[in-house]
């Protein structure tokens, strides 16, 4: 059994998913699809990442990833798959692999492309029988060409000023938490235990304790807390952060550690 697991912005009335499917399982046996989100903002890669690069490793070694986010930024953009961590990743050359963090790629290559059209439904007619015939049990390079060089982007990290860690959202999930991309080394290293104030939207709003858990705090409350995957993560207790404090992907969250402390 090999699982093939799907990120797309794909509205979930569109006949994309349900088309891509259809071909995965005629052209492949004992393979089973999982999606692991249907609702990426459009064109919003450095969010598939997001989402990929916090699920990939929980799947059986040998899994195959395909995401359809943004994959016709040009006419002659590459359509790339890449092996990491023992993990197939099919996606464009659109940056993607540049923002999977630590994780480095063992082997990538340049998918071939039929010469009728195939590009204005890529995911069908060329990442599916990628994905097939690595199911099959062919070698990446059995499918494609190796390439050196690949579009790279910057992830976007916390700046440091003083005793100050200046963070940004960057994904909200299904609850309306915000997640940051401050680091509870980052916090631990800079902070070294001092007290500290995180601001969130400029200075309307205040905290200055970390919660272990949710529960900690009372319904409807703001809270700060270290969620699962060590990111500082903004929450309303039993509320929608993001809605109700108007915070979307690249707000600005501040944490001022106090210097009068040794």
């Not at 007290?195 to 970390?210: A, D, G, M, R």
């Not at 807390?225 to 500082?232: Q, R, T, V």
Request: net charge negative; charged share 25%.
């Amino acid at each position: 059994m090999h699982f093939i697991t799907l990120i797309t912005d794909w509205n979930k009335n569109d006949f994309y998913a349900g088309a891509l499917k259809g071909e995965i399982l005629s052209s492949c046996k004992n393979v089973e699809i999982v999606e692991l989100s249907n609702n990426v903002k459009q064109y919003n890669i450095a969010e598939a990442a997001f989402i990929l690069r916090n699920s990939y490793q929980h799947f059986p070694l040998g899994s195959i990833h395909i995401i359809a986010v943004n994959s016709q930024t040009d006419v002659d953009c590459k359509l790339l798959a890449a092996k990491i961590d023992g993990h197939y990743i099919i996606a464009a050359d659109n940056g993607i692999f540049s923002l999977m963090g630590d994780a480095e790629a063992e082997e990538i290559i340049e998918l071939d492309v039929p010469k009728d059209g195939a590009k204005t439904f890529p995911e069908l007619n060329v990442f599916a029988p990628a994905a097939c015939r690595i199911a099959k049990g062919d070698k990446l390079s059995d499918i494609g060409r190796k390439v050196e060089k690949i579009k790279n982007q910057i992830p976007l990290r916390a700046t440091l000023e003083n005793n100050t860690i200046t963070g940004t959202v960057i994904f909200i999930d299904s609850y309306g938490n915000v997640i940051t991309n401050i680091t509870r080394d980052l916090f631990d290293r800079i902070g070294k235990k001092r007290s500290f104030e995180i601001y969130v939207q400029s200075k309307h709003y205040k905290i200055t304790k970390l919660n272990q858990y949710y529960p900690e705090s009372s319904s409807g409350d703001l809270l700060a807390i270290f969620n699962s995957i060590d990111l500082l993560e903004i929450a309303i207790r039993n509320g929608n952060a993001a809605g109700l404090l108007n915070l979307n992907t690249d707000s600005t969250i501040r944490v001022e550690f106090n210097t009068e402390e040794k």
